[in-house]
């Protein structure tokens, strides 16, 4: 349990820095995400003018036990390569019933959703005062449509880890990408 003079307690976000004072802070640049867009050429292309931080996240992590809760504070920001916008890896829950719920705070984006059972994909709009239930056993990945940096909090189980590796080695079934001046989910192999 966390005692009520815990400064887990009430913590203040920063949006700029995408911190929260005192908390571990992840950063991903875009070769920390080769293999996740569909266009491999537009990437290397990409990563070949440079390595742009791609997106951050900072955690905050209570001690696991049985009820409590863990949350980050993600910052994605613009872009795009070719015609998919930047995103994040996407992961399964380690424990695969575990949900999440995404607030939008600021910015334009959108999460990516995959069923783990039927494959059933999902594009879900994540902005400002929106919010996002993304059910368990569900593959997650946010994407920023927008022009400006998306930032938002994902809160979950303490114990629902991350599953990078079943994303990493199918990829998701979907994309989104920009057409038409907006997104759009198709089939990753068109
Ligand atoms: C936690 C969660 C988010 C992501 C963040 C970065 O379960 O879903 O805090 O961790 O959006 O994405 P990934 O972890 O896929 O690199
Ligand atoms: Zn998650």
Request: charged share 20%; with cysteine.
């Amino acid at each position: 349990m966390i005692p009520l003079d815990s400064d887990l307690i009430l913590k203040s976000l920063d949006f700029e820095n995408a911190s929260i004072p005192g908390q571990k802070r992840v950063e991903r640049y875009l070769a920390d995400v080769r293999g996740s867009f569909a266009d491999t050429q537009a990437f290397e292309a990409a990563l070949a003018r440079g390595n742009p931080l791609l997106y951050a996240v900072a955690g905050v992590e209570p001690p696991d036990g049985p009820g409590q809760l863990h949350y980050g504070l993600g910052i994605l920001y613009p872009g795009k390569i070719g015609n998919e916008y930047y995103l994040t890896k996407g992961h399964y829950h380690s424990v695969r019933e575990c949900a999440e719920v995404y607030i939008g705070l600021k910015g334009k984006g959108a999460m990516l959703l995959e069923d783990g059972t039927t494959g059933e994909s999902r594009m879900v709009s994540l902005g400002e005062k929106e919010v996002v239930y993304v059910p368990g056993n569900t593959a997650h990945r946010t994407v920023n449509t927008g022009n400006e940096p998306l930032v938002y909090v994902g809160v979950y189980p303490s114990n629902a880890g991350h599953d990078y590796g079943s994303i990493a080695q199918n990829n998701f079934r979907m994309v989104i990408v920009e057409e038409g001046g907006k997104p759009v989910m198709k089939p990753r192999s068109t």
